[in-house]
């Protein structure tokens, strides 16, 4: 078979693949993959550390995004490369997974593969540089976990700022470090529960950011309880209670209209009445069924109509209608109600009574609704003010950040030194290990070594300093035993003891971010044959993928 697809036979060209196929093979293939790799390792390269750089990204609708998060500037950029695609899908992967070093993941990825090429070039086999990266990853991740890490008190508060402060140190966010991490560390400790000795802190669900443009970043704050972008449905409905009894619905407090397109007949002039008359008597029942327990708060997730408004704020109720069902699953936690489907199921134990002050405040032009003094909220909400709303943007994903490695560190509490000492670490003792590794394999294994080195190069290069003569440093301090917690002070640029400059990261973070790497890499050494084609019925050129295409 010739590469391009054509079987000869008795000279008359037999054509087996389309005629637009386009078709990579072998060693071209996997350059190109390694070509586009390192492209996108390129991208990032100068987001990682403290003095990282912010991209700025146009998206389709003319937003803007300002950030150094790899995951989301990754997440904005079109690429066109099948292998590129999948570099942008570990950066997720990490988002979803760690919440941190989604750059570093990237970074590293691109030199595992970057080392690579020259064994490629010397003729070796994909397979034999796959197993040296295999063997050379096992003994990363228990070197990692049993010789560097050490063990944290998660209880002692002051532990913990210090691990948040290194992650948030890397971010547009730093300036205001110790306001950020109180905030992450305070809503992560609210929302966590303990079932049957199993830890679970859902992020996700229980805390919500609210970003409001205006006042100072100073501003911000954990809220003790909830805080909804809603105002009271009536203006004579009383806006300050204190300790109020809290009534969650899921129901319409308004008369049920029919499904389809209901036609009623009426022979008599009163009928019609009769008709209106029912409606009303169907609204006052359902007030009154809700007035029976005494609430002084209703919250429903569908509409209140003006009669029933009418109702509660003669019996000083207050209502509040149209709230997200998050919201509302946020209220039910933080308040301790329970919320009900139909008014004719209510009990006394549904009512929430956790609650130690509603409020309805302006902020701007709206009003907000605030839940707040709740004696046990197992959700809380996290108010962020600043100047505009790319910066509040940005501040929403440095702390998504932050509080993920709160999480991380609860459920999984080691660490590991920060500011690229690990890596270092783990080049040296694969440099060492490289030695007793039986025949060709060698040469991949130590290789491994040589790219993890790229991370402490990385945050050298950010910061402007001599990479060579900070790297030799570096390395000559790892040679000599007991010094595995040295990495890059990331701001000055010189070689510095982690464990004095606080500089932290969890385990958990690192672990991901080796595994999805060299998976990653050998994933893509794997591939030895590109076949891109463009569909039928598009013009030429329109449908198919550009293998040598990255943007």
């Known amino acids: 078979t010739c590469p391009s697809g054509e079987i000869k036979m008795q000279s008359t060209p037999i054509l087996v693949l389309n005629q637009n196929t386009k078709r990579e093979t072998g060693r071209k293939a996997q350059i190109g993959n390694i070509q586009a790799a390192k492209t996108i390792a390129d991208v990032i390269r100068t987001c990682l550390g403290p003095r990282a750089m912010l991209k700025m990204l146009m998206d389709p609708m003319g937003g803007i995004v300002m950030t150094n998060d790899g995951n989301a500037i990754l997440r904005e950029i079109q690429v066109q490369h099948p292998a590129a695609k999948s570099m942008l899908e570990i950066s997720r992967a990490q988002d979803e997974e760690v919440g941190d070093g989604t750059t570093s993941v990237i970074i590293l990825a691109g030199e595992m593969l970057s080392v690579a090429e020259q064994f490629l070039e010397q003729q070796m086999h994909p397979t034999v540089i796959i197993c040296a990266y295999r063997q050379a990853l096992d003994d990363i991740i228990t070197y990692a976990k049993e010789t560097v890490s050490v063990e944290v008190d998660v209880t002692d508060r002051n532990e913990m700022l210090k691990i948040i402060k290194s992650t948030i140190g890397t971010k547009m966010i730093r300036k205001w470090s110790d306001l950020a991490c109180d905030v992450a560390l305070t809503a992560v400790q609210t929302v966590s529960t303990e079932t049957g000795g199993r830890k679970e802190i859902d992020i996700k669900r229980y805390i919500r950011i609210e970003k409001v443009p205006g006042g100072t970043i100073e501003d911000s704050e954990v809220l003790k309880g909830i805080m909804i972008n809603k105002d009271v449905t009536h203006p004579r409905m009383r806006r300050k209670i204190s300790n109020p009894r809290i009534l969650l619905l899921d129901c319409n407090l308004e008369y049920k209209k029919g499904e389809s397109q209901t036609n009623v007949e009426i022979s008599g002039e009163t009928d ?34 003006d009669l029933a408004q009418h109702h509660l704020s003669k019996n000083n109720i207050t209502a509040i209608r149209r709230v997200r069902k998050t919201d509302n699953n946020r209220i039910a936690r933080a308040c301790g109600a329970t919320i009900v489907n139909r008014t004719d199921e209510l009990r006394e134990e549904d009512v929430g009574t956790g609650c130690g002050l509603f409020d309805v405040r302006k902020i701007g032009d709206e009003y907000f609704t605030f839940l707040v003094e709740c004696t046990n909220p197992k959700a809380c909400t996290i108010l962020l003010r600043g100047a505009s709303k790319d910066v509040l943007n940005e501040m929403d994903r440095n702390l998504q950040d932050a509080m993920q490695v709160v999480r991380n560190v609860i459920i999984n509490p080691r660490l590991v030194p920060g500011g690229g000492a690990l890596e270092m670490a783990l080049a040296q003792k694969l440099n060492e290990k490289a030695k007793t590794v039986a025949g060709i394999q060698q040469w991949p294994y130590k ?43 990331g701001d000055k640029g010189v070689i510095a003891d982690m464990t004095e400059l606080g500089v932290w990261d969890p385990l958990s973070v690192k672990e991901q971010t080796f595994k999805s790497a060299i998976e990653t890499a050998i994933l893509l050494l794997r591939i030895d044959d590109i076949i891109s084609g463009s569909k039928k019925g598009k013009e030429e050129g329109g449908g198919g993928v550009n293998p040598n295409a990255v943007e």
């Open 447 to 489: 290789a491994v070594g040589k790219a993890l080195e790229v991370i402490p190069r990385t945050l050298i290069q950010n910061c402007g300093s001599n990479t060579i003569r900070v790297l030799t440093q570096l390395r000559a301090k790892h040679a000599t035993a007991g010094n595995t917690s040295w990495g890059v002070d």
């Open 272 to 305: 019609f009445n009769r008709l209106l008359q029912l409606e009303e008597e169907y609204i006052e029942k359902m007030c009154s069924e809700i007035i029976a327990v005494k609430p002084d708060l209703v919250i429903t997730e569908k509409g209140v109509s």
